[in-house]
């Protein structure tokens, strides 16, 4: 057996009595198997046609489905966004109520000494504007009986804090309820009313524009904080509006 050429560079194959055929150009010739009588590529073919099957790429098919199977995980993935960020929201909020909480009760247990930094995020008390001194607010929220104040969030990011901020910082309405420790009658019961009172501070946000609470479901608003406060609560003797409770 031996290769022939023709005018066009074709590379044939041709057996005893047998028909010669043209070969792909960088093939070996091809034998006929012991198995069966069909042609088959000799050993050198079958590992150039394997190495250009290994450089193959991705058919258009394949490239469909991948951007199929993408584009869903992004709608699924730009759906549930908008959850995680209220979320996450809805829990800055709620820690920024719990430490305001804290201040509050500590400011009005203890008056105004230590109190130095409520001035400007009062807004209002009582449906009067501010500002208001640190004294002014802690005097106006002891009274006794019920009293609300609009305030900007004390805590919370410093960026909040500059005047040029206040239009868009959080903002809660603050309502707190003085009144003398209400328990079982005891032979000390003018005692108990006249030195132990209870104290409520209710937070309601958010708030709309003209500082009213807005009904938002999925927040924890309102929220409710308790204590009782040993001491007498008396009238300030330079402003009868203020009260403040002394040991």
């Known amino acids: 057996m031996r ?9 044939f194959f041709q057996g005893a009595g047998e028909v010669g055929f043209p070969l792909p150009k960088g093939e070996g010739p091809r034998v006929r198997g ?33 951007l199929a199977i993408i584009g869903i995980a992004l709608v699924a993935i730009i759906g549930v966004l908008p959850t995680g960020m209220r979320a996450g929201q809805d829990n800055r909020e709620e820690t920024i109520i719990d430490q305001d909480a804290r201040y509050f009760m500590q400011a009005i247990r203890q008056g105004v000494p230590g109190v130095n930094n409520l001035e400007g995020f009062v807004d209002s008390i009582e449906g009067n504007n501010g500002p208001f001194t640190a004294k002014e607010v802690i005097g106006k929220l002891s009274a006794p009986g019920n009293k609300q104040a609009v305030v900007r969030a004390i805590s919370g990011p410093v960026a909040e ?15 707190v309820n003085v009144q003398p420790f209400s328990g ?14 209870e104290v409520r501070l209710r937070f309601e ?3 709309r524009p003209d500082g009213t609470p807005g ?9 409710i904080y308790r204590t009782l406060i040993s001491g007498r609560l008396e009238q300030d003797t330079t402003d009868n509006t203020l009260y403040f409770f002394r040991p």
């Open 34 to 66: 012991k198995e069966n009588s069909g042609w088959k590529w000799s050993s050198a073919s079958q590992l150039s046609w394997r190495k250009r099957q290994r450089q193959r790429g991705f058919t258009m098919v394949e490239i469909a489905i991948c």
């Open 161 to 175: 804090k500059a005047a040029a901020s206040r239009p868009v910082a959080f903002r809660y309405l603050l309502s």
């Open 184 to 197: 079982p009658t005891t032979p000390h019961q003018n005692e108990l009313q006249t030195y132990l009172h």
């Open 205 to 207: 946000w958010p708030l």
């Open 215 to 223: 009904n938002q479901p999925g927040t924890g608003s309102p929220k």
């Open 3 to 11: 290769p022939l050429a023709n005018k066009n560079a074709a590379t």
